[in-house]
């Protein structure tokens, strides 16, 4: 039987965390954040709200692939 291979983890390299582009996107999408969670905070229907809160795990994973995730020796 035909087994699919895992991809692997899409990450940024630590130059392009750094960017200006990286900075200006970030700041975009924390932005579109906050705009999102206060619109979740007035009242909606389930659907409309299932709607805002899968926005805001986007664009939390979106703003997470800004961090550095590498291993830190302690």
Known sequence: MFEAKAKP????EQ?????PLWAKLAA??????????NRN?????EAATAKLRGRI???????SLGADKTPTEE
């Open 9 to 12: 983890k899409f990450t940024l």
């Open 15 to 19: 130059s392009e965390r750094n960017s």
């Open 28 to 37: 975009h999408f924390e932005e579109r954040l906050a705009t999102t969670r």
């Open 41 to 45: 905070d007035s009242d909606h229907d």
């Open 57 to 63: 795990a986007e664009l939390r994973y979106t703003l």
